[in-house]
């Protein structure tokens, strides 16, 4: 009797396993360099990392752009410029780098860091489809 409850322990166990595992796959987005995939990566954890973090992290960005958030024209940047207060947009005192790599073959996945003293903050995340013009 004790070796039946071992072994029904050991199979819900490992059933919760693979269930956790298989929705942490579902969440997450694949970013793919030169044919061969990178690490998963959802973008709640680009979020979290420091622009010099996901640089490392996920190798050379396709497109990096610098520019003061005043200067922030056009319908793709709304993501950044709405995380900012009128008054603080016109400042010009506020830094942004745009990163952008490539996730797939189909999508690109651009990140807007704050640029501080002494390092670069995630401020917005846009997940868009090649060739959309904006």
Not at 31 to 37: N, Q, R, T
Not at 92 to 103: A, G, M, P
Request: net charge neutral.
């Amino acid at each position: 009797m004790k070796y039946f409850y071992c072994i029904l322990i050991l199979i819900i166990s490992s059933c919760s396993v693979n269930k956790k595992e298989v929705s942490l796959k579902k969440s997450n987005h694949v970013i793919e360099k030169a044919g061969s995939l990178k690490e998963e990566v959802s973008i709640q954890k680009l979020m979290l990392l420091t622009k010099e973090e996901a640089v490392a992290k996920y190798e050379k960005a396709s497109f990096i752009e610098r520019f003061t958030l005043d200067a922030a024209y056009g319908e793709f940047r709304n993501n950044i410029t709405n995380q900012y207060l009128q008054e603080e947009r016109v400042s010009k005192t506020i830094i942004i780098d745009e990163v952008t790599w490539e996730k797939d073959k189909e999508t690109w996945i651009t990140v807007w860091y704050e640029v501080q003293e002494s390092k670069s903050i995630p401020k917005a995340v846009y997940v868009w489809e090649k060739g959309t013009e904006f």
